[in-house]
């Protein structure tokens, strides 16, 4: 059963910076795609980032861009999100995902989740 433990959040003044990580398990992870959504309260879940398992292709929204970088080490079933000059518009639950196959920026095309974690950055 896939697994997905996300960690690393916490408060941040804007213009700093935070590492999530996402530790996978239950399965190998190739030809998946690895996903970070975020909630922010009362807003609809979006996509911030993902990454394909097997060849690292990127893929970020726009409001991300230039700001946070995701990867991913196969060695340690892990995958990352730095977020570096962070807004307090920045401020949700961030959620890793997993689904077989290529990169979408649907959430309910995801078929695993983990339970998030809380960014707070305050101005």
């Known amino acids: 059963q896939v697994q997905l433990v996300e960690s690393g959040g916490g408060l941040v003044q804007a213009g700093g910076s935070l590492r999530l990580s996402c530790a996978a398990s239950?399965?190998?992870?190739?030809?998946?795609?690895m996903g970070w959504f975020r909630q922010a309260p009362g807003k609809e879940r979006d996509f911030v980032a993902a990454?394909?398992?097997?060849?690292?292709?990127?893929y970020y929204a726009d409001s991300v861009k230039g700001r946070f970088t995701i990867s991913r080490d196969k060695s340690k079933n892990t995958v990352y999100l730095q977020m570096n000059s962070l807004k307090p518009e920045d401020t949700a639950v961030y959620y890793c995902?997993?689904?077989?196959?290529?990169?979408?920026?649907?959430?309910?095309?995801?078929?695993?989740w983990g339970q998030g974690t809380q960014v707070t950055v305050s101005s």
């Open positions: 239950g399965r190998t992870f190739s030809g998946y795609a």
């Open positions: 995902a997993a689904r077989p196959g290529a990169v979408v920026t649907i959430g309910y095309e995801y078929d695993h």
């Open positions: 990454i394909r398992w097997s060849g690292g292709k990127t």
